[in-house]
């Protein structure tokens, strides 16, 4: 059946910029309930990348049946979604974009309107970055941290948000190139709870990106011209964070001894370009170039940013993505 009536989320969504989306997720797994949701929300287009099959441990904390054991996780989830709202144009690609050539990827990224990374893989992860930054598209990075004690979400908006998801987490980059082994962490973990959690935050996210630049929605305007606090760090553990030095018990000290918990920091993401960083491989400090016209001169000074375009060639700065050997995750 095609879902017609919407009357139920028209003040919070503009109706026709749903119809017009097209959101192309990395990862199904976690994501499975955020894919349903996006079915469910009138978006017109959906595209979802993953190579895995469906395994018995993927029923207990992810939305596939019993029935879907052996499935691609991408064909079962298409399955799904027709049963859902048939009116959702889905593509299930079961290749791994780290593999892919210019070609393919064009034509799967090139027409988004927002990307989601959502795997456990630093490299997927951080290939993403890559090609949101070629094809100018805003983005959303999720996952937990190990032992899911807190999640943490990055997001871009080009010409609204200055620095980059690697500018963001940049420590982590350090990190892969200084170990042998791909950065992982594990989900073991993480509950079928954990998965929805995340997955409310990704698409209220989502939606906020999409109505940035409307008027009269619920969704509409979050991020305004300007908005650097794009590292969100979600704390789902009474415990975490606790010591003295950390970020939760420095935001929250003067909660007088309560402890906070479902509680999401939004931390100031800058740009990483000299002199106060090295400079960013990816982004070369240009998120935020496209808006410099409408920014004064000291104004930009403030900000940092060197006058100057996006670097038009796309280099991949961690070798090329084919020689990766990406595991299964
Ligand atoms: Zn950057």
């Given at each position: 059946m095609i879902l017609k009536d919407y009357s139920r989320i028209e003040k919070a969504v503009d109706l026709q910029i749903l119809k017009n989306a097209h959101i192309v997720g990395v990862g199904d797994g976690g994501a499975y309930g955020l894919y349903d949701a996006i079915a469910r929300s009138g978006i017109g287009k959906l595209t979802v990348l993953d190579f895995d099959e469906v395994d018995e441990s993927n029923i207990v904390r992810q939305g596939f049946l019993t029935g879907d054991i052996g499935e691609k996780k991408v064909i079962a989830q298409g399955t799904h979604l027709k049963k859902v709202n048939s009116g959702l144009k889905y593509q299930g690609i079961t290749k791994n974009f780290l593999t892919m050539t210019d070609e393919e990827l064009d034509s799967i990224f090139s027409e988004a309107s927002i990307l989601l990374f959502l795997t456990d893989s630093f490299k997927a992860q951080s290939f993403g970055n890559l090609l949101a930054l070629k094809y100018n598209k805003p983005a959303i990075w999720a996952g937990y941290y190990e032992k899911s004690h807190c999640a943490e979400i990055v997001f871009i908006i080009p010409g609204v948000t200055p620095g980059c998801f690697r500018c963001a987490v940049s420590p982590r980059y350090e990190a892969q190139i200084n170990s042998k082994e791909e950065i992982k962490a594990s989900s073991a973990s993480n509950t079928m709870f954990h998965s929805m959690l995340l997955d409310s935050y990704i698409g209220m996210l989502m939606l906020a990106i999409l109505h940035n630049k409307t008027e009269g929605f619920e969704f509409s305007n979050w991020f305004g011209n300007y908005w650097d606090r794009n590292l969100i760090q979600i704390k789902v553990n009474p415990q975490y964070g606790n010591e003295p030095d950390s970020l939760f018990s420095r935001t929250f000290?003067?909660?007088?001894g309560r402890v906070f918990n479902f509680n999401a920091v939004w931390q100031k993401i800058e740009p990483e370009i000299p002199p106060k960083y090295?400079?960013?491989?990816?982004c070369e400090g240009s998120l935020y170039t496209d808006n410099l016209a409408s920014k004064s001169y000291i104004e930009a000074t403030r900000l940092g940013f060197p006058n100057k375009k996006k670097p038009e060639k796309f280099i991949p700065?961690?070798?090329?993505?084919?020689s990766w050997n990406h595991g299964k995750s």
């Amino acid at each position: 059946m095609i879902l017609k009536d919407y009357s139920r989320i028209e003040k919070a969504v503009d109706l026709q910029i749903l119809k017009n989306a097209h959101i192309v997720g990395v990862g199904d797994g976690g994501a499975y309930g955020l894919y349903d949701a996006i079915a469910r929300s009138g978006i017109g287009k959906l595209t979802v990348l993953d190579f895995d099959e469906v395994d018995e441990s993927n029923i207990v904390r992810q939305g596939f049946l019993t029935g879907d054991i052996g499935e691609k996780k991408v064909i079962a989830q298409g399955t799904h979604l027709k049963k859902v709202n048939s009116g959702l144009k889905y593509q299930g690609i079961t290749k791994n974009f780290l593999t892919m050539t210019d070609e393919e990827l064009d034509s799967i990224f090139s027409e988004a309107s927002i990307l989601l990374f959502l795997t456990d893989s630093f490299k997927a992860q951080s290939f993403g970055n890559l090609l949101a930054l070629k094809y100018n598209k805003p983005a959303i990075w999720a996952g937990y941290y190990e032992k899911s004690h807190c999640a943490e979400i990055v997001f871009i908006i080009p010409g609204v948000t200055p620095g980059c998801f690697r500018c963001a987490v940049s420590p982590r980059y350090e990190a892969q190139i200084n170990s042998k082994e791909e950065i992982k962490a594990s989900s073991a973990s993480n509950t079928m709870f954990h998965s929805m959690l995340l997955d409310s935050y990704i698409g209220m996210l989502m939606l906020a990106i999409l109505h940035n630049k409307t008027e009269g929605f619920e969704f509409s305007n979050w991020f305004g011209n300007y908005w650097d606090r794009n590292l969100i760090q979600i704390k789902v553990n009474p415990q975490y964070g606790n010591e003295p030095d950390s970020l939760f018990s420095r935001t929250f000290a003067q909660a007088g001894g309560r402890v906070f918990n479902f509680n999401a920091v939004w931390q100031k993401i800058e740009p990483e370009i000299p002199p106060k960083y090295k400079i960013c491989p990816d982004c070369e400090g240009s998120l935020y170039t496209d808006n410099l016209a409408s920014k004064s001169y000291i104004e930009a000074t403030r900000l940092g940013f060197p006058n100057k375009k996006k670097p038009e060639k796309f280099i991949p700065t961690l070798g090329s993505p084919k020689s990766w050997n990406h595991g299964k995750s």
